[in-house]
């Protein structure tokens, strides 16, 4: 019978039936059709049935088409489907949930099921950083009517956050936690860059793929947030990570800052810079460091100076 699939509530896939139905025979305008998704090597979305439901369609259904978008909190997935007198129509699905690291520093959606549950599409390849620190994840896929591959090219659009000298995230949506938490070796924060290394895991019997991410940029104090890593390409400020910190003046003149999250968590990262880097502003700061009676001073987190 002639139809579409369509989404409905918690990601149920729908058949909407079209044809016509033969008199004395009946048939329901659509089915329902649940089970569990998943995403093929190939990057198809396949959907495995429940007990149910397999005594009727089998054990799966494999959705010949491909992922043409990705946002915060949503995946739209072209569908091609073919009636019984040859003619092919072009449609698009919607998926709707969060994304999340899996274990082995992977790309992966989770499908919202409703009721805390979900279905995880894991993305087998490995993801890349464009020029403007965006995430994007390039896959080949053989087009069946040209027998030719094309590359196809994902973006996501988000920002970097760092909570942690192990760890490196990457926020799409903060209210509903879609994003990213790589696990990493430990940073490394110097006067014009801070970088961390971390290991894509694709299959167990091959070693990890590796990225290093390298933000470059300079340091700034700034009265009003803190310790602030302003990262830039070219002239260009594409974005800030701002730390709250425990600074204090060493023996060699210059500032050695123990860096801590928004809640004044310490992260275990200490950066030592020259005062000469921060400019006026950085001076005023030097003055008030120099004039203090403590041996160190706060700075972030909600604190002024």
């Known amino acids: ?18 044809s016509p139905v033969p008199n004395g025979i009946k048939a329901p305008h659509q089915v329902k059709l649940r089970g569990v998704w ?19 369609f089998g054990d799966q259904l494999t959705l010949q088409g491909e992922i043409i978008d990705i ?7 072209a569908l091609t489907t073919r009636t019984k007198d040859g003619r092919t129509s072009l449609y698009a699905l919607e ?18 099921k409703g009721r805390g549950r979900y279905d995880p599409l894991i993305f087998y390849g490995a993801w890349k950083i464009n020029k403007n620190y965006q995430i994007i994840y390039r896959h080949s896929k053989e087009k069946l009517t040209q027998k030719k591959k094309r590359t196809h090219a994902l973006t996501l659009k988000g920002y970097w956050d760092i909570k942690d000298k192990a760890r490196l995230s990457y926020v799409l949506d903060r209210e509903t936690a879609s994003g990213f938490n790589f696990e990493t ?31 470059l940029g300079r340091w700034r104090v700034r009265k009003n947030a803190g310790l ?6 070219g002239q260009k400020k594409i974005q800030a990570f701002v730390f709250g910190a425990q600074v204090r003046l060493t023996d060699r003149q210059s500032l050695l800052f123990n860096l801590r999250t928004d809640l004044n968590r310490g992260m275990g990262i200490e950066v030592e810079l020259s005062r000469d880097i ?14 203090q009676q403590e041996s160190a001073l706060f700075i972030g987190s909600g604190r002024r100076w």
């Open 1 to 18: 019978m002639d139809g579409q699939f369509k989404m409905s509530d918690h990601n149920t896939l729908t058949y909407h039936i079209k």
């Open 38 to 56: 998943s995403l093929t090597k190939d990057h198809q979305l396949r959907l495995t049935f429940d007990k149910w439901r397999r005594q009727t």
């Open 71 to 77: 946002k915060k909190n949503s995946l739209l997935y």
């Open 95 to 112: 998926l709707c949930g969060s994304w999340q690291a899996d274990a082995h520093n992977r790309l992966s959606f989770r499908v919202d």
């Open 185 to 215: 070796s430990a940073g490394l924060f110097k006067d014009n860059y801070i970088k961390y290394e971390l290991g894509i895991r694709l299959s167990r019997k091959k070693q990890p793929v590796k990225r290093t991410i390298t933000f």
């Open 228 to 233: 602030v890593f302003e990262v830039q390409r």
């Open 278 to 291: 921060f400019g006026k502003e950085g001076q005023a700061f030097l003055r008030l460091l120099q004039t």
